[in-house]
């Protein structure tokens, strides 16, 4: 497995690229708040629907003929008010010039397969209504999207939060067994990450 983090230094969100092996192998780009140049991704993942996590998603597949994957209710969230519901008025930004389409909406118990790389689609609602987070199970790598960060947790006071989904999909989080957890915002997390979980109080 190849695995790329770029870290966002500014308002927008981490990109993760993930190189499947083996036969029928295949890459992935979890969320689009930037193109990485030379990264060609098979399939673009968006964890959720706020616009600093989906503004060059448009770019992104233009470029690469990806497929674009949500989750279904992240998806039509989005589309009922690309503006409000993207939150793109808090960064200024006008969510129409930036619209795309969701080739594959995406559920709880999903699973990206990338060849010898499988990943489990694990709906999170709470800091949106649809978010999601992805596990790979043999090495154990959780990409929490805005769920948990290093030192907090996601704001659930945006459209479409919700303080007790939120507080369930941590929990949920919680029961993962996870060596490393890479978060939508901030530094990657490599030691002690389950006990972590399990010691966040939301308030």
Known sequence: MKLV????????????????????AKSLMIDASMDPEGL???MLLLTHCHFDHIAMAK???RRTGCEILMSGIDADFFEADPQGNSVADILGAKAEDHLFKVDR???????IDL????????????????????YEPQNKL??????????????????????EKLKKSIARLG??????AFPGHGPSMSSGVKEYINSIKVD
């Open 5 to 24: 983090p770029i870290i966002s230094k500014d308002a927008g969100s981490n990109v993760f690229f993930l190189q499947g092996e083996g036969e029928g």
């Open 40 to 42: 060609n991704p098979d």
């Open 59 to 61: 770019d992104i597949q």
């Open 105 to 111: 909406r995406l559920k709880d118990g999903d699973i």
């Open 115 to 134: 060849g010898e790389l499988k990943l489990e689609v694990i709906e999170t609602p709470g800091h949106s209504p649809g978010g999601i987070s992805l």
């Open 142 to 163: 959780l990409f929490s999207g805005d769920m948990i960060f290093a030192g907090s947790y996601g704001r659930y006071d945006l459209p479409g939060g919700n303080k």
């Open 175 to 180: 029961k993962l067994d996870v060596n490393e």
